[in-house]
């Protein structure tokens, strides 16, 4: 028993660990999920794993709110008047810019996990948009919007339609957004730190949804997985996050789109090859 114990809070911890990284680098946390779900499987039930899954990202929402706290922050008594208005229109925008993602993944995610949760569907969108990563990458013009107050409520909306994206397995909710993003011509900072806070109320509302359709009936031992998988998410994603906004400042985001191709390819490789 105390074994059995041991080896599921080492789990927890591994788990934590992958979600920490992969929720805020452009890599595809479902990528790294199915690779590490052949040789990690959880004990418990299906109804308590699939909670865990989404829950502990509620360690990397905490993350981002203790980093970026004073900025989003509307009542911080270091602000102007000006700032915290700014602030309030911040999270305006944010509000915006879920919505699109909001209404099809309410209408369609059950739909869509049925048909394209599956290693060849995020194989492939690890690599297409790897490659789309890089080209955008080599071709990127000259970035209009530097700071978030140039950022329009119209353009908040179409970042968000590109979040979109990110139902379909593999694709990286933080890569759709920030792709979009540069696309739509934000500089690398504003795109990055943007898909950060769109995070917040997303993961936010999937982490409340699992556990009400759970009825939080879980065991003490349980809660105790859950809890120390969303702490080591939590440390993890603050050193990820901090990692990917000093890389960023020096170098674009070819690496990334470089290694997905490799990881798809790998996981083509072991799920139909070896």
């Known amino acids: ?12 911890v591994l788990l934590g660990i992958v979600q920490g990284i992969t929720e805020w680098l452009p890599i595809s946390s479902t990528g790294h999920m199915i690779l590490v779900d052949e040789f990690l499987q959880l004990n418990f039930s299906d109804v308590f794993v699939n909670t865990f899954l989404v829950v502990i990202q509620f360690g990397s929402i905490l993350a981002v ?28 925008k944010v509000a915006v810019a879920i919505i699109p993602s909001g209404v099809v993944g309410i209408l369609f995610e059950d739909k869509i996990d049925e048909l394209f949760y599956n290693p060849v569907v995020v194989a492939l969108a690890l690599i297409i948009y790897g490659v789309i990563m890089i080209f955008i990458e080599g ?11 140039d950022m329009s409520y ?6 968000g339609i590109f979040q979109c994206l990110a139902l379909i397995p593999g694709t990286s909710r933080s890569g759709s957004t920030i792709i979009g993003a540069l696309l739509l011509g934000t500089s690398k900072l504003v795109a990055t730190e943007f898909s950060f806070f769109m995070a917040v109320p997303t ?10 359709k759970a009825g939080f009936a879980f065991s ?16 993890v994603s603050i050193f990820a996050i901090k990692f990917l906004m000093g890389y960023i400042k020096k170098h674009d985001f070819k690496a990334f789109g470089y290694y997905r191709i490799v990881l798809g390819i790998l996981v083509l490789a072991y799920f139909y090859l070896l």
Do not use: C, H
């Open 65 to 92: 709110l203790t980093i970026y706290f004073n900025l989003l922050n509307p009542f911080s008594g270091r602000k102007t008047p000006d700032q915290r208005k700014d602030t309030i229109s911040l999270w305006f």
């Open 139 to 149: 071709g990127r013009r000259r970035s209009r919007v530097k700071d978030f107050s």
């Open 1 to 12: 028993m105390e074994v059995f114990i041991l080896i599921e809070i080492l789990k927890a």
């Open 203 to 212: 993961m936010l509302g999937a982490s409340a949804v699992k556990l009400i």
């Open 220 to 235: 003490g031992f349980e809660w105790t997985v859950l809890l120390t998988g969303s702490l080591v998410a939590y440390v």
């Open 154 to 159: 119209g353009l908040a909306f179409t970042i």
